[in-house]
């Protein structure tokens, strides 16, 4: 079993910048990819970016030019640094991590932009 746990939300100001940060811990398993998603209230969870074991980091298109994702060296932990944020990016954002046909999520961090 692998748990993850979220932190970092906060309330920011349009404009202004937020740093999330994902742990991983628990049973030693091979993690192949982490990632971050986010749901805001009456949406539908939808997925921000992801980045690999191998290197290979992808965003959502709204996600572009804004935020970045990284991962430390040789740990299971992820990064999200959002930049330029908006009232939009309002939500609770989650981590995920997947391990070959497993997937474990977070309990998710509220981040909140005041326009």
């Known amino acids: 079993q692998v748990q993850l746990v979220e932190s970092g939300g906060g309330l920011v100001q349009a404009g202004g910048s937020l740093s999330l940060s994902c742990a991983a811990s628990g049973s030693r398993v091979r993690i192949n990819s982490m990632a971050w998603y986010r749901q805001a209230p009456g949406k539908q969870r939808e997925w921000v970016a992801t980045?690999?074991?191998?290197?290979?980091?992808s965003y959502a298109d709204f996600a572009k030019g804004r935020f970045t994702i990284s991962k430390l060296s040789g740990e299971n932990t992820v990064f999200l640094q959002m930049s330029s944020v908006r009232p939009d990016d309002t939500a609770v954002y989650y981590c995920?991590?997947?391990?070959?046909?497993?997937?474990?999520w977070g309990r998710g961090t509220q981040v909140t932009v005041s326009s």
């Open positions: 980045s690999t074991s191998l290197g290979v980091q």
């Open positions: 995920r991590a997947i391990s070959g046909s497993d997937s474990y």
